[in-house]
């Protein structure tokens, strides 16, 4: 009885800091403002919309693949931001992609302690045409 009551309490503990830095418990909204290619340098910016309640935000930073369809062999690159307290955070990004003369499918996505969120994906051309 007592093993039982101690797991209940652990299980209680951790539910607690999971919960902790959310009001509402819901992942962040992030919107993509601006991404292009220059040759094989992409830059973008997002902006988070709406914290969902939390003040802890663990990542965020943007996703990109050759695939319209993102998945999880896709390429990341982030940048970390830890405790920001407002929902209106902007962030930007510069990135030597691997490839021109290719079509990039790129978004953006914020990590919180409720979860993770993905803005709409975007095709950026690399074309070395005009």
Do not use: H, R
Not at 44 to 63: H, L, M, R
């Amino acid at each position: 009885m007592k093993k039982v009551k101690n797991i209940l309490m652990l299980c209680l503990a951790v539910l607690a800091v999971c919960l902790a830095g959310c009001q509402k418990f819901q992942p962040a909204t992030v919107e993509l403002k601006s991404c292009t290619a220059q040759g094989k340098t992409m830059t973008g910016s997002a902006i988070v919309t709406d914290n969902g309640g939390c003040t802890y935000f663990i990542e965020q930073g943007f996703c990109y693949s050759i695939f319209d369809k993102l998945s999880l062999s896709d390429v990341y690159t982030t940048s970390e931001i830890i405790n920001k307290s407002t929902y209106d955070e902007e962030f930007e990004w510069t990135y030597d992609l691997p490839m021109i003369d290719t079509v990039y499918y790129v978004c953006a996505y914020v990590k919180t302690n409720a979860g993770v969120s993905y803005s709409e994906t975007i095709p950026v051309s690399t074309s070395t045409n005009n």
